[in-house]
């Protein structure tokens, strides 16, 4: 599942796993349509520090 947010103006994408071990692709689309945004995998090692930051 990928969630898009954007923060201060800042596109964000997420994509939410509970293995932290799994291995991730960034989609092409999302690479070639949002250049200067973030994308990050939240996973079960990260997601506390996630939502305490957000």
Do not use: C, S, T
Not at 32 to 40: G, L, Q, R, T
């Amino acid at each position: 599942m990928i969630i898009i947010d954007r923060i201060k103006g800042k596109l964000f994408g997420y994509e939410f796993k509970w293995n932290p071990n799994r291995k991730v692709k960034i989609p092409g689309a999302w690479k070639k349509e949002y250049k200067n945004a973030e994308f990050k995998v939240i996973h079960q090692d990260n997601y506390l520090d996630w939502v305490m930051n957000r």
